[in-house]
């Protein structure tokens, strides 16, 4: 059982079916996701984090990529090789790229297809996983609803590939999807959630109040556009070195700065001319849309919401703490990314782990029968969408856990998502994980007393060297403390 369509899910789906039949349940319609508003790229591959982990995402990373292409997928060329981009904090160009800016569009379009045509997968649009049935730390299937149908579903291997949860803030780039329901049914399962303090802001959404934010890929500053404030100045000078091309974090807190000080910020890629319309089509298009022509006008940007750096921990192949659930893509915490993410890794992660999530999964036992107990009425509960209680949720966690925390305002935020809690009626699941996750992501904040990657406090504004091999756990129930390091994964 696969839950998810994006590149993690459809890849995974993809190696699992070798083992056996494959379910793939996935709400709304299929390959919604971030995966396919991906605009960057996919980098072959270098990153920080856990080193065993890290190294199979660099070594094993270029034969992911040759594979995705041997599936068909027409990443761009400049003559007879890869066309290579670069992005923020990347030292060379090592960034493949499909269609100018829609490569994770032009990914999930040709696995889609694959997986769809594939004889023992079957996928189920418009089925959303409610919860997982699970006793006594293993997992035996998932519940879903689809319309008015509750679905009891038994699996050999259950592999959530939900996604991030960047709809759980204000402002954010992630698709509407991206609520964090896999996390929260982890959690409740008896997984771990760990780093969960460590969201990605991107720096640069098109300031235009919507939800989903609409990004302005960093690859746009990789081909020389420069960030201005509006009295003209080219100011992140100021804050670092390399310049635009910073750590995400330090470019999201450049630009708080400089609103919060009065002035606004500006993408400026005057200089890119006629380029601009060729190399990013689809950024193009959409800033026309908005009345701004990126040829002759400066385009207004925020920072938003990006990518969750944590999630469910798991070892390099998948296995959260529970026997037979795994997580892989932007669900799982396998550590790689430590603090922050480097820019076209979260797909190179979602190709290199679901081959390995795969290995594993592929070679689990028949499930046991499970008790009937397992499988509690509220399950079928069909989900409740409520835009009031979600927005009341986003407000919270943009306020006291963005992009400058501290602890009295993470404290307030707690309290204030508890009385929120009691509001909610219990059909409004969706909701009720919202508020879960975002429980987790506080607690996480507020025990990290430093600043790292991207969680920054206010209140403790440098790195301190005791948190530097320190993790948080959370496993429900248990205190929330910090532990070292592992070694291996879990
Ligand atoms: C605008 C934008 C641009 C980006 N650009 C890049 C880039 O250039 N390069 C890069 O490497 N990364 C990029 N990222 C990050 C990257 O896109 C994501 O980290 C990655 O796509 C995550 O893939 P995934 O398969 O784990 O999850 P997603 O693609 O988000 O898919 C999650 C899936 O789970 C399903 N789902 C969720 N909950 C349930 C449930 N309860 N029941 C059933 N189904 C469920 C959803 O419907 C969806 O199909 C970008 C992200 C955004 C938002």
């Not at 982990?53 to 270029?62: D, K, N, Y």
């Not at 509960?381 to 006291?400: C, F, G, K, L, S």
Request: aromatic share 6%.
């Amino acid at each position: 059982m696969v839950v998810g369509s994006g590149l993690a899910g459809l890849q995974t789906a993809w190696q699992l079916a070798g083992a056996g039949e494959v379910h793939l349940f996935t709400q709304s319609r299929a390959g919604a996701g971030n995966s396919s508003r991906a605009q960057g790229g996919i980098a072959a591959a270098v990153g920080e984090g856990d080193p065993d982990t890290v190294e199979v995402l660099v070594r094993e990373g270029p034969a992911a990529v040759a594979g995705l292409a041997r599936l068909g997928i027409p990443f761009d060329r400049s003559g007879d090789r890869w066309a290579l981009g670069k992005e923020g904090s990347h030292s060379v160009s090592r960034i493949l790229h499909a269609s100018g800016d829609a490569t994770g569009a032009a990914m999930v379009e040709t696995l889609l297809a694959r997986v769809r045509s594939h004889p023992r997968i079957r996928l189920f649009s418009h089925t959303r996983v409610t919860g997982l049935i699970a006793e006594g730390g293993e997992c035996f299937g998932v519940t879903a609803v689809r319309g008015e149908e509750g679905i009891v579903c038994r699996a050999r291997a259950v592999v959530l590939a939900t996604g991030g949860c960047g709809q759980v803030f204000r402002y954010t780039t992630n698709d509407p999807v991206v609520t964090g329901g896999g996390l929260a049914m982890a959690y409740r399962a008896g997984a771990a959630l760990a780093d969960m303090e460590f969201v990605q802001f991107h720096p640069t959404a098109l300031a235009v109040e919507q939800n989903p934010m609409f990004l302005i890929s960093e690859a746009v500053r990789g081909e020389g556009a420069v960030l201005v404030n509006s009295c003209g100045e080219a100011f992140m000078g100021r804050y670092h070195d390399w310049k635009d091309l910073a750590p995400r974090d330090v470019v999201s807190r450049a630009i708080d700065r400089e609103v919060r000080e009065g002035r606004r910020v500006f993408l400026d890629a005057r200089g890119l001319k006629e380029r601009f319309a060729a190399r990013f089509p689809t950024i193009f298009a959409r800033c026309l849309e908005h009345g701004i022509d990126p040829r002759r006008d400066r385009i207004p940007v925020t920072p938003a919401a990006h990518f969750l750096m944590g999630g469910v921990r798991t070892d390099s192949h998948g296995r959260s703490g529970v026997r037979r659930l795994f997580a892989v893509g932007e669900v799982a915490c396998t550590g790689v990314h430590g603090a922050n993410r480097l820019a076209s890794n979260s797909l190179l992660e979602g190709a290199v782990f679901a081959s390995r999530v795969a290995k594993a999964a592929g070679r689990l036992p028949r499930v046991p029968a499970f008790p009937d107990r397992v499988v509690r009425q509220e399950m079928f509960t069909v989900d409740q969408e409520n835009p009031v209680y979600a927005d009341a949720v986003r407000r919270i966690m943009w306020e006291h856990a963005g992009i400058v925390r501290n602890r009295n305002s993470l404290i307030d935020g707690m309290n204030a998502l508890s009385s929120l809690r009691e509001e909610v009626p219990g059909e409004y699941l969706e909701c009720h994980d919202m508020i879960d996750v975002s429980q987790v992501i506080l607690h996480s904040a507020l025990k990290r007393e430093e600043s790292r990657g991207g969680h920054f406090r206010g209140d403790f504004p440098e790195p301190r060297e005791e948190w530097a091999k320190k993790r948080i756990r959370i496993r429900r129930g248990e205190p929330v403390e910090p532990i070292a390091i592992e070694k291996t994964g879990m």
